[in-house]
């Protein structure tokens, strides 16, 4: 069992940044790849990013990359999604999960088996 936990979410004027933490207990972090998800109101889960296990490289939903930046600390077992130049279509709860699958499923929801409770972003125009 893994615990996830988000933090970091909030308001925003467009432009402007945010960090999201996610804090993990329970089985060895440092197995796990991790991604954050997103879901806006009445649309469906989106990927955002994923980080492999040993945090060497990120992936990104076009949507956000050159904008977004996933790290992870296996030591303080958390990953961090900073995001900069932030617009309104970014507003959605943002979700972390983990998941043992291989870097070809992290942008699959279903993949990942753990999830946090989510972070709400609202960003203004």
């Known amino acids: 069992q893994v615990q996830l936990v988000e933090s970091g979410g909030g308001l925003v004027q467009a432009g402007g940044s945010l960090r999201l933490s996610c804090t993990a207990s329970g089985r060895t972090f440092s197995n796990y790849g991790m991604g954050w998800f997103r879901q806006a109101p009445g649309k469906e889960r989106e990927f955002v990013a994923a980080?492999?296990?040993?945090?060497?490289?990120?992936y990104y939903a076009d949507s956000v990359k050159g904008r977004f930046t996933i790290s992870r600390d296996n030591a303080k077992n958390t990953v961090s999604l900073q995001m900069n130049s932030l617009r309104p279509e970014d507003t959605a709860v943002y979700y972390c999960?983990?998941?043992?699958?291989?870097?070809?499923?992290?942008?699959?929801?279903?993949?990942?088996?753990?999830w946090g409770q989510g972070t709400q972003v609202t960003v203004s125009s």
């Open positions: 999960a983990s998941t043992m699958y291989s870097e070809s499923y992290y942008d699959i929801a279903h993949r990942y088996n753990y």
């Open positions: 980080i492999s296990w040993s945090g060497g490289y990120g």
